[in-house]
């Protein structure tokens, strides 16, 4: 049986309760949508209600930009930079798991230039992060213009990165599948570092429309099983993808699959997955606030429902299941 | 056949007990690491009618759990303002005493698995699902999950969480059930207006009390202190769930009860004030926490329900204890849960689902609070063999007896002798 059960993922953290639950727009209290009972159905540990009720009935106060200084900058490729950036440890040790990301901005420009970007390395000893960055368009581009030694904004700390987190966090003692595709190579590190001592893992990666693997340095530092091929082809999954699904649920027990790729792959791979395996996925959402309040995340789904994907942790399948056009 | 039961308090486990007698395969779904609810911090037993209650409850063959309350009995036919023959039974032995039992009878316990929803098709559950998404089918479900809080509710229409022996914040909130199948829950009041009721007693730890205290419980099960003038609050009463116990005497004097603990007849009480009382300078609360601050919220969540239990508007859902109705009380618990158990199986054999006669103290209660919830002033009551309303009722109907033998013939006669005994598959 399929039932969705959901999350938040700021409930129960200092960032909780928020501006959705100022306007009853609360993701998950029925008291904080307008409703005069409790129905807690999907539940964090803490009282949603409670921590509003003693917080004055306000929200609590929103992430704030912090400086940073970027100490390493490298190009990779003419379109993709590796950024390492000192920040400060109150911000850093909130970034250490799976599925973190930060805005990041150059310090002139306005705040509609935040651009999400997911840590792929934390050093919490020295207060860095890594991420690899993709120069698409106006925001990336803004931030390429950075150099080492200049100051840069960030914004944080964000967790949805990633969804199915619940699923990953149950991984111990399983063989896990993780696929990765182009730029998804970068989020996908901190879901290797944090399975590959207790599992065993499989490590699909697809270059994408790079020429090299881009995370060498990090599948040395945490040994798995390299399987490099195409994943995906003219919308579909190439023929050596879907055997491999195939053959690695029969012969290796696969019991876990992450993609981090673009939401075509992911959704495909749903399909082929079937349930037979619990699942995890990147969050390829447009995120602008990241706090549940400028709707560029929102996604509308069969039965008038509205999904807020800065906000909301659930499983892969119930991001494309039932989603409708707007 | 299964019958599912959601919640293992008194209600659901005399449920699940009256189920598997009659032949069913039963499970019980309990969303803490522990059986019993709010049994964990009650102890009285065969007050005022609940006496007459219990032995009829032996008679119909449902008395299983009142056999084990009585084998782990502290003090035995106790007085207290406006209750005779008390006994009270040992809230820190009985847990133990009755999982061992309802094992042995082969009913399978799943502890810390709280249900969130149900499936239906039309107006049949076909399965519950666990907080994890796991789903459980089932042929009758019985929803036991009592009308405590969850923490929204204790803060909305009380003083907040005061950390009961529930303790939602560690093993999840309750969730309605019926709710959730769609049956839109009823509200008890405690006053125009004023949805839900304080719960009416907290613990106390002995140890924290002076030695005299103690020694008389241990004699006597029972010590009243008068409460010095400036601290009597006579407002407080109109809170209470539990009405029988809304005496003047329950505001002027604290009244103790060895139940294991020191069982304080009143919701809450400062702590300062409750230390200024001779021999409670070390007062501590054992439960709720918090009994300094305020007491878990009340019959918020009642489902419409037939006098044999069902659950309207839905085929196969049953309900026993609070969630069935303004009943306080382990007594009442255990009683209407046993119906519950016996009619879910009755139901999944076709045969014509049992409504005990008015005769009996038990089908009176249920008959009445059925009528009486669905009247304005009948939601600011409360309905228990015990004391207040329905006990005067018990009285003028000569329900209310100690006789055990006449309980036993009145049974006999209405051919209902160990009804809830029998195996019908
Ligand atoms: C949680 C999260 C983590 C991400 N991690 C990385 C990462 O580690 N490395 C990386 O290179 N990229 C990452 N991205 C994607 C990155 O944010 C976008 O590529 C970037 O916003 C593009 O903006 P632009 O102005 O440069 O390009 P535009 O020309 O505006 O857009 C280029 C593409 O990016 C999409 N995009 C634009 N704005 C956003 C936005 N606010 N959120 C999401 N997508 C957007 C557009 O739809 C378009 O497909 C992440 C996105 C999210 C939501
Ligand atoms: C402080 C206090 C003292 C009392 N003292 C006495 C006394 O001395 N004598 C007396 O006769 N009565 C007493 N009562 C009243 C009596 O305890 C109750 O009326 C009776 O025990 C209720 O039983 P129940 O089975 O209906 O509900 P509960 O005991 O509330 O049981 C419900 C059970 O369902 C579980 N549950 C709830 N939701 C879910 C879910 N979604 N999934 C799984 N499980 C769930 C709960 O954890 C709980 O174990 C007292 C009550 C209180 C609060
Ligand atoms: S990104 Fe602004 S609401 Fe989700």
Same mark, same amino acid.
């Given at each position: 049986?399929?039932?969705?059960?959901?999350?938040?993922?700021?409930?129960?953290?200092?960032?909780?309760p928020?501006?959705?639950?100022e306007?009853n727009?609360?993701?998950?209290c029925?008291?904080?949508?307008? =409703?005069s009972?409790?129905?807690? *159905?999907?539940?964090?540990g803490?009282?949603i209600?409670?921590?509003f009720?003693w917080?004055?009935?306000?929200?609590?106060?929103?992430?704030?930009?912090?400086?940073?200084?970027?100490?390493?900058?490298? +190009?990779?490729?003419?379109?993709?930079?590796?950024?390492?950036? *000192?920040?400060?440890?109150?911000?850093?040790k909130?970034?250490?798991?799976?599925?973190? %990301?930060?805005?990041l901005?150059?310090?002139? /420009?306005?705040?509609y230039? &935040?651009?999400? +970007?997911?840590?792929?390395?934390?050093?919490?000893?020295?207060?860095?992060?890594?991420?690899?960055?993709?120069?698409?368009?106006?925001?990336t581009k803004k931030? @390429?213009?950075?150099n080492?030694?200049d100051?840069?904004?960030?914004?944080?700390?964000?967790?949805?990165?990633v969804?199915?987190?619940? @699923?990953?966090?149950?991984c111990?003692?399983?063989?896990?599948?993780?696929?990765?595709?182009?730029?998804?190579?970068?989020p996908?590190?901190?879901?290797?570092?944090?399975?590959?001592?207790?599992?065993?893992i499989?490590?699909?990666?697809?270059?994408?429309?790079?020429?090299?693997?881009?995370i060498?340095?990090?599948?040395?530092k945490?040994?798995?099983?390299?399987?490099e091929?195409?994943?995906?082809?003219e919308g579909?999954?190439?023929q050596?993808?879907?055997s491999?699904?195939? &053959?690695?649920?029969?012969?290796?027990?696969?019991?876990?699959?992450?993609c981090?790729?673009?939401?075509?792959?992911?959704?495909?791979?749903i399909?082929?997955?079937n349930?037979? $395996?619990?699942?995890?996925?990147?969050?390829?959402?447009?995120?602008?606030?990241?706090?549940?309040?400028?709707?560029?995340?929102t996604?509308?789904?069969?039965?008038?429902?509205?999904?807020?994907?800065?906000?909301?942790?659930? &499983?892969?399948?119930?991001?494309?299941?039932g989603? !409708?056009? +707007? | 056949? =299964?019958v599912?039961?959601?919640?293992?308090g008194?209600?659901g486990?005399?449920?699940?007990?009256?189920?598997?007698?009659a032949? #069913?395969?039963?499970e019980?779904?309990?969303k $803490?690491?522990?059986?019993?609810?709010?049994?964990n911090?009650?102890?009285?037993?065969?007050?005022?009618? !609940?006496?007459?209650a219990?032995?009829?409850?032996? #008679?119909l063959?449902?008395?299983?759990?009142? @056999?084990?309350?009585?084998?782990?009995t502290?003090?035995k036919?106790?007085?207290?303002?406006?209750?005779?023959h008390?006994?009270?039974?040992?809230?820190?032995k009985?847990e133990?005493?009755?999982?061992e039992?309802?094992?042995?009878?082969?009913i399978?316990?799943f502890?810390k698995?709280?249900?969130?929803?149900?499936?239906?098709?039309?107006?049949?559950i076909?399965g519950?699902?666990l907080y994890?998404?796991?789903?459980i089918?089932?042929?009758?479900?019985i929803?036991?999950?009592?009308?405590?809080?969850p923490m929204?509710?204790?803060l909305?229409?009380g003083?907040?969480?005061?950390?009961?022996?529930?303790?939602c914040?560690?093993?999840?909130? !309750?969730? /309605?059930? /019926?709710?959730r199948?769609?049956?839109?829950?009823?509200?008890?009041e405690?006053?125009?207006?004023?949805?839900g009721?304080?719960?009416g007693?907290? *613990?106390?730890? =002995?140890?924290?009390?002076?030695k005299?205290?103690?020694?008389?419980?241990?004699?006597k099960?029972?010590?009243?202190?008068?409460?010095?003038?400036?601290?009597?609050?006579?407002?407080?009463?109109k809170?209470?769930?539990?009405?029988?116990?809304?005496?003047?005497?329950f505001?002027?004097?604290?009244?103790l009860?060895?139940?294991?603990?020191?069982k304080?007849?009143?919701?809450?009480y400062?702590?300062?004030k409750? !230390?200024?009382?001779?021999?409670m300078?070390?007062?501590?609360?054992?439960?709720p926490?918090?009994g300094g601050?305020?007491?878990?919220?009340r019959?918020?969540?009642m489902?419409?329900?037939?006098?044999n239990?069902?659950?309207?508007?839905?085929?196969?859902?049953f309900?026993?204890?609070?969630?069935?109705g303004l009943?306080?009380?382990?007594?009442?618990?255990i009683?209407t849960g046993?119906?519950?158990?016996h009619?879910s199986?009755?139901?999944?054999?076709?045969?014509?689902l049992?409504?005990?006669?008015?005769?009996? #103290?038990?089908?009176?209660?249920? /008959?009445?609070?059925?009528?009486?919830t669905?009247?304005?002033?009948?939601?600011?009551?409360?309905?228990t063999?015990?004391?207040s309303?329905?006990?005067?009722?018990?009285?003028?109907?000569?329900? %209310?007896?100690?006789?055990t033998?006449e309980?036993?013939n009145?049974?006999? =006669?209405?051919?209902?002798q160990n009804?809830?005994?029998e195996?019908?598959?």
């Amino acid at each position: 049986m399929n039932y969705e059960i959901i999350d938040c993922i700021d409930a129960g953290t200092q960032f909780c309760p928020c501006h959705l639950a100022e306007s009853n727009e609360c993701i998950l209290c029925s008291q904080l949508q307008g =409703k005069s009972f409790c129905d807690c *159905k999907n539940w964090r540990g803490t009282c949603i209600y409670q921590e509003f009720n003693w917080n004055n009935n306000i929200a609590t106060s929103e992430r704030e930009s912090s400086e940073g200084l970027i100490i390493s900058k490298e +190009i990779i490729y003419q379109d993709l930079i590796k950024l390492v950036i *000192k920040t400060n440890h109150h911000l850093c040790k909130e970034l250490v798991n799976a599925g973190s %990301y930060v805005f990041l901005r150059c310090p002139e /420009s306005s705040p509609y230039f &935040d651009v999400p +970007i997911s840590i792929m390395d934390c050093d919490i000893q020295k207060d860095t992060i890594s991420m690899i960055i993709e120069i698409e368009g106006i925001k990336t581009k803004k931030v @390429n213009e950075l150099n080492e030694k200049d100051t840069i904004m960030i914004k944080g700390p964000f967790w949805n990165g990633v969804f199915g987190l619940k @699923n990953i966090q149950r991984c111990t003692n399983k063989n896990v599948l993780l696929i990765a595709r182009g730029i998804g190579q970068a989020p996908i590190v901190p879901v290797l570092k944090q399975l590959y001592k207790q599992n065993t893992i499989w490590l699909v990666i697809d270059k994408g429309r790079y020429e090299d693997v881009i995370i060498k340095e990090y599948i040395n530092k945490y040994p798995c099983n390299i399987v490099e091929l195409k994943t995906i082809e003219e919308g579909k999954l190439t023929q050596d993808l879907s055997s491999l699904i195939d &053959d690695y649920i029969e012969d290796n027990f696969i019991e876990h699959v992450h993609c981090s790729g673009p939401d075509i792959l992911i959704q495909e791979l749903i399909t082929k997955v079937n349930n037979r $395996t619990a699942t995890s996925c990147c969050n390829n959402a447009k995120v602008c606030c990241g706090q549940g309040v400028c709707g560029a995340c929102t996604t509308r789904f069969e039965g008038h429902v509205v999904k807020r994907l800065c906000k909301l942790q659930t &499983d892969p399948e119930y991001i494309f299941e039932g989603r !409708r056009q +707007i | 056949m =299964k019958v599912v039961i959601i919640g293992g308090g008194w209600s659901g486990l005399a449920a699940a007990i009256t189920a598997k007698k009659a032949g #069913a395969d039963v499970e019980i779904y309990e969303k $803490t690491d522990m059986l019993l609810g709010l049994g964990n911090i009650g102890g009285i037993m065969r007050n005022n009618g !609940r006496y007459t209650a219990a032995e009829e409850l032996i #008679a119909l063959g449902a008395g299983d759990l009142i @056999n084990l309350t009585d084998s782990v009995t502290k003090h035995k036919n106790i007085y207290f303002p406006g209750h005779h023959h008390a006994w009270l039974y040992d809230v820190n032995k009985i847990e133990p005493v009755v999982k061992e039992y309802v094992e042995d009878l082969g009913i399978k316990i799943f502890l810390k698995q709280r249900v969130i929803d149900v499936k239906k098709e039309g107006d049949t559950i076909v399965g519950i699902i666990l907080y994890d998404g796991q789903f459980i089918t089932g042929d009758a479900f019985i929803e036991t999950t009592g009308s405590t809080g969850p923490m929204g509710n204790c803060l909305r229409y009380g003083n907040g969480c005061s950390m009961c022996v529930l303790r939602c914040p560690a093993f999840g909130p !309750r969730v /309605s059930i /019926s709710a959730r199948a769609g049956v839109p829950d009823l509200q008890g009041e405690r006053e125009e207006g004023v949805c839900g009721a304080f719960s009416g007693s907290c *613990k106390i730890g =002995k140890e924290t009390l002076s030695k005299e205290i103690c020694k008389e419980l241990d004699e006597k099960g029972v010590v009243i202190i008068k409460i010095p003038k400036e601290d009597i609050n006579l407002e407080k009463l109109k809170q209470k769930v539990c009405q029988q116990y809304a005496l003047k005497e329950f505001a002027e004097n604290i009244i103790l009860l060895d139940t294991g603990h020191a069982k304080l007849m009143t919701s809450y009480y400062p702590l300062d004030k409750l !230390r200024n009382i001779e021999g409670m300078e070390n007062a501590k609360y054992i439960d709720p926490y918090a009994g300094g601050k305020g007491n878990s919220i009340r019959y918020l969540s009642m489902a419409p329900r037939e006098n044999n239990m069902k659950v309207d508007g839905i085929k196969n859902l049953f309900c026993g204890g609070e969630k069935s109705g303004l009943f306080v009380g382990h007594t009442e618990a255990i009683s209407t849960g046993s119906l519950a158990g016996h009619n879910s199986v009755r139901w999944y054999l076709g045969m014509p689902l049992l409504t005990l006669p008015k005769s009996t #103290a038990v089908g009176d209660l249920i /008959s009445y609070e059925g009528n009486m919830t669905n009247t304005l002033e009948g939601k600011r009551k409360r309905y228990t063999f015990a004391g207040s309303e329905y006990f005067v009722r018990m009285k003028e109907k000569k329900l %209310y007896s100690t006789d055990t033998e006449e309980i036993n013939n009145r049974v006999k =006669k209405l051919n209902l002798q160990n009804i809830f005994g029998e195996a019908i598959i």
